[in-house]
């Protein structure tokens, strides 16, 4: 059976564009070596795209966060550097309007894994989200989420959201991949 990893929202805008912070970009090198990685196990990669239309600002979620970001067919929706560069035909997408992605769910109740991997941004935020949907899911697979390759433009929140997934029987790894 299958792996699976699923990049969260490692989209310009989150990265280096209107909600983008350094340590998001110190991430590219190491999450584009995953994607590679799986994809030369023959195993499935996909990716979620936080997804906004140009009322963004009017919405539930822009009132919260009143930064307007990841609009469709803009340059903060298009997946960033390296990370960009790995993406490939096979590989799919989910694009959400929310933290996380029902459509993702769905998919991963119709389609079993071995394992499942997520990295990305933001930790405390989306990753968390698709992670705890990804356990709803599959609740018998194994899931992780690599602490080295997920980041949050807060520290403490990063760390809180790591110790809450692990509390939800998810694992956490952690330990550099030699660049």
Known sequence: MKKCLIVVDYQNDFVCGSLGFKKAQELDKRISQKIN??????DDVLFTFDTHSENYLSTREGRYLPVRHCVR?????????ETAECFTFYDKCF???TFGSDDLYRYLK???YSAIELVGVV???CVISNAVLAKTAQPETD??????????????LNEA???VMQSLQIDIKQGRIKS
Not at 37 to 42: L, P, V, W
Not at 73 to 81: C, I, M, P, W
Not at 143 to 156: F, G, H, K, Q, R
Request: net charge negative; with cysteine.
């Open 37 to 42: 990685a799986y994809h030369r196990n023959g």
């Open 73 to 81: 067919e803009t340059e903060g929706h298009k997946l960033y550097g």
């Open 95 to 97: 694009y959400k309007t």
């Open 110 to 112: 119709e389609n079993p």
């Open 123 to 125: 930790t405390n935020i």
């Open 143 to 156: 899931i992780c989420v690599d602490a080295d390759c997920v980041a949050s433009n807060d520290d403490a």
């Open 161 to 163: 959201a790591l110790k």
